[in-house]
């Protein structure tokens, strides 16, 4: 994946319906969000476990990620991470970038006053929850209630 792709054409390599995520995100267009390798530097900011971000401007991945999508591997697991990535994307159209930056990061501390773990603290993030939430709506291998 050296020229960046975009997560439109990564959603259909991970046989997700990208109509379907247009339906459930409206104001994303995944075919103009592109996909980047992120950065050694940019990838030492990230918690342990994080495999890709979402900024405003697109969304970060790294090596095995890439490598994920670029031969087609467990292409359920890329699909419902990619989705995740663009509710963010939609979220930061919502609200804008402060508010959503001091809504998660607010819900974070908020967890960690509540002595919750680095990790039960980001889980907690409301914003994390609905990005979960509505990537769990594309991913085929959990059986539909």
């Known amino acids: 994946m050296h020229s960046p792709l975009s997560a439109g054409e990564a959603l259909v390599r991970a046989g997700v319906d990208v109509a379907a995520v247009r339906r459930q995100l409206p ?12 950065s050694p530097g940019f990838r ?5 476990g994080i495999s890709a971000v979402a900024m405003p401007w697109g969304i970060y991945v790294t090596d095995e990620v890439a490598e994920r999508m670029r031969c087609g591997a ?3 697991r890329t699909g419902e991470l990619l989705v995740h990535e663009l509710t963010h994307l939609d ?7 402060v508010r959503h930056l001091t809504q998660y990061l607010g819900d974070y501390v908020k967890g960690r006053l509540r002595r919750l773990s680095r990790w ?14 509505v990537a769990a709506r594309f991913d085929k291998r959990r059986k539909p209630q």
């Open 27 to 38: 104001g994303i267009e995944p075919y103009a969000v592109p996909v980047r390798i992120a």
């Open 120 to 133: 039960d603290a980001y889980r907690a993030i409301r914003l994390e929850v609905e990005a979960r939430d």
């Open 91 to 97: 979220q930061y159209a919502r609200l804008g970038a």
């Open 44 to 48: 030492r900011l990230w918690a342990r």
């Open 74 to 76: 467990q292409p359920d």
